[in-house]
C-alpha cells in the first residue's frame, strides 16, 4: 500500500539544475520523515540528504551540501529534491526512501546523468 515514486531524472549539464519529486501514497505522509539515496553504477547505494517531518531541516552528505535541498508540500504528499550546481560525481539513481513500523519502504529510483 505504501507507494514512492519519483520523477525528475534527466541529463543535465555540469553546472545545471534538476529538481526531483517523490511522490508518497499509503500512510501519512506528514507524520514520515523521508529521505533520498542514489546508487552509482558499480558503488554502493549511499544517502544524499535526510529529511524531515515539516521540511525545516535536514542533513546532507557531505558531497551535496550547499548544492542540494530538500523540501516537501504535505497537501500534495510529495517531497523534493533540488539539486543546484550539478557535477558528474552526482551521476547515478536517485532514491526516495521512508521507513515505517520497522519497515524499509524504496520508490522505483529516476536516473540523473550529469555530462557534457
Known amino acids: 500500500q505504501v507507494h514512492l515514486v519519483e520523477s525528475g531524472g534527466a541529463l543535465v549539464q555540469p553546472g545545471g539544475s534538476l529538481r526531483l519529486s517523490c511522490a508518497a501514497s499509503g500512510f501519512t505522509f506528514s507524520a514520515y520523515a523521508l529521505s533520498w539515496y542514489r546508487q552509482a553504477p558499480g558503488k554502493e547505494r549511499e544517502l544524499v540528504a535526510k529529511?524531515?517531518?515539516?521540511?525545516?531541516?535536514?542533513d546532507y552528505a557531505d558531497s551535496v551540501k550547499g548544492r542540494f535541498t530538500i523540501s516537501r508540500d504535505n497537501a500534495k504528499s510529495t517531497e523534493y529534491l533540488q539539486m543546484n550546481n550539478l557535477k558528474s560525481e552526482d551521476t547515478a539513481v536517485y532514491y526516495c526512501?521512508?521507513?515505517?513500523?520497522?519497515?524499509?519502504?524504496w520508490g522505483q529510483g529516476t536516473q540523473v546523468t550529469v555530462s557534457s
Open positions: 526512501y521512508v521507513r515505517i513500523y520497522a519497515r524499509d519502504y
Open positions: 529529511g524531515s517531518m515539516t521540511g525545516d531541516w535536514t
